[in-house]
């Protein structure tokens, strides 16, 4: 299956340059190109792209607002959408996933990350910059409480998947772990995600952080 991408970037060198890279793989085509947020939400709600990859700062509406029409809690037929960004920025992290981003990288992460990104989205898993994430982790870490961990309504095999999902493995890294087939591992994710009101496996790793079944 192809993945089709729609680029979001303000500058039309950066467009090029992802087009090239990603053009450049089999399974990856882009199928559209905004240069602002009011295009990017009007393209990606009319060719529906399997990604779209966001950048923040953009002309009129920016990446983070549009990133939340698109993925947020009030979108009908929510995208997946990575934002790719120069600013490495904790409060940009925050209001990116909050607003449904299942992805944030730094535009300076490179080639490989980047199409590790789109195929990620694209499969329903979620890929921050590595920096990002350890810093993600150490605050998730810090505000965990001390107390027993409560258990959000979850069966112990979804404790278990949420647990692993937390530590960053795919879902094929959790259900090689666990024994189990990959749709069993999506299954169990999708539940523990209705459950937990979570919108990606982000959250999920957050609440395992700050309801005490990770540190």
């Keep these: 299956m192809t993945i089709r991408v729609l680029l979001a970037d303000d500058q039309g060198m950066v ?4 087009r090239y890279m990603l053009n450049a793989e089999d399974d990856i085509e882009v199928v559209g190109e905004a240069g602002d947020g009011l295009e990017a939400v009007r393209m990606a709600r009319e060719l529906r792209p399997d990604v779209t990859l966001m ?5 009129g509406v920016d990446g983070l607002e549009a990133t939340r029409r698109l993925a947020g809690p009030g979108a009908a037929d929510p995208l ?3 934002v790719v960004t120069t600013f490495d920025l904790d409060e940009y992290v925050h209001a990116a996933l909050a607003g449904g981003a299942v992805g944030f990288l730094l535009k300076d992460a490179g080639p490989a990350l980047l199409i590790e990104a789109v195929r990620a989205a694209a499969r329903g898993d979620a890929l921050v910059s590595p920096r990002i994430t350890v810093r993600l982790l150490r605050h998730f870490a810090a505000t965990a409480p001390r107390s027993s961990p409560e258990d959000g309504g ?3 095999r979804e404790l278990d998947i949420v ?3 937390a530590r960053g493995l795919t879902n094929t890294e959790v259900a090689a772990e666990l ?3 990959v749709s069993t591992v999506k299954t169990h994710l999708a539940s523990v995600q209705g459950k937990l009101g979570a919108r990606n496996r982000v959250e999920v ?3 395992a952080y700050r309801s005490g079944h990770v540190t």
């Design 15 to 18: 467009r090029t340059g992802f």
């Design 179 to 181: 024994f189990v087939t």
């Design 205 to 207: 790793a957050a609440w």
């Design 163 to 165: 647990r692993s999902v």
């Design 55 to 59: 950048d923040i700062r953009m002309p």
């Design 154 to 156: 979850l069966t112990p």
């Design 80 to 82: 997946r959408v990575v």
